[in-house]
T-cell receptor, first 114, second 115 residues
Framework: SQQGEEDPQALSIQEGENATMNCSYKTSINNLQWYRQNSGRGLVHLILIRSNEREKHSGRLRVTLDTSKKSSSLLITASRAADTASYFCATDAMTTDSWGKFQFGAGTQVVVTP | DAMVIQNPRYQVTQFGKPVTLSCSQT?????MYWYQQKSSQAPKLLFH???????NEADTPDNFQSRRPNTSFCFLDIRSPGLGDAAMYLCATSRGLQGANQPQHFGDGTRLSIL
């Protein structure tokens, strides 16, 4: 079963607005990562947050991690049309049967209209 | 620029006809992954290599095989493609495994169609 579940499945906003998406997971993790995927392309790494970190920033991106709730959020501020993409969370779980593997959520499809 | 390159970008094959997808990397990463991604779904891990050590996912069909002749190259072989194998196939690399706190670097994928 998937480790990460994302919410919402789809998000439509206008340029300049903020976009927030959430990821929940089931087992203890070493880290959680967010990726972006433009249509028909590969995934691009955005941010990695370690299990002992609570918040991380990169440009217009802000990621939070709450290990007690097993959840993370990705905030994109002042969105642009170029932010239109699918966003995936991926967990690097701590369990032995997940050794060497990342578990991806189903993704949030974000559409930013001019 | 260091990168992960997948060839071809688009591949069309016939039902049951073997097909090979290729992936090369200039990052010198020791781990390489193959994922299958169907429309609007999460990437699904098929298998990965840690150096030459091959790790197959329990639910990866026997129809899917992989080869890694050296650090830079990795191949995905589909022995007898079925209609359900039509998907985007993504190759990724990383510098380490669990606990290494390293991101994965993806190629742009190969879109496989089955006639």
């Amino acid at each position: 079963s998937q480790q990460g579940e994302e919410d919402p499945q789809a998000l439509s906003i206008q340029e300049g607005e903020n976009a927030t998406m959430n990821c929940s997971y089931k087992t203890s993790i070493n880290n959680l990562q967010w990726y972006r995927q433009n249509s028909g392309r590969g995934l691009v790494h955005l941010i990695l947050i370690r299990s002992n970190e609570r918040e991380k920033h990169s440009g217009r991106l802000r990621v939070t991690l709450d290990t007690s709730k097993k959840s993370s959020s990705l905030l994109i501020t002042a969105s642009r049309a170029a932010d239109t993409a699918s966003y995936f969370c991926a967990t690097d779980a701590m369990t032995t049967d997940s050794w060497g593997k990342f578990q991806f959520g189903a993704g949030t499809q974000v559409v930013v209209t001019p | 620029d260091a990168m992960v390159i997948q060839n071809p970008r688009y591949q069309v094959t016939q039902f049951g006809k073997p097909v090979t997808l290729s992936c090369s990397q200039t990052l010198n990463h020791n781990v390489m992954y193959w994922y299958q991604q169907k429309s609007s779904q999460a990437p699904k891990l098929l298998f990965h290599y840690y150096d030459k050590d091959f790790n197959n996912e329990a639910d990866t069909p026997d129809n899917f095989q992989s080869r890694r002749p050296n650090t830079s190259f990795c191949f995905l072989d589909i022995r007898s493609p079925g209609l359900g194998d039509a998907a985007m196939y993504l190759c990724a690399t990383s510098r380490g495994l669990q606990g290494a706190n390293q991101p994965q670097h993806f190629g742009d994928g190969t879109r496989l169609s089955i006639l």
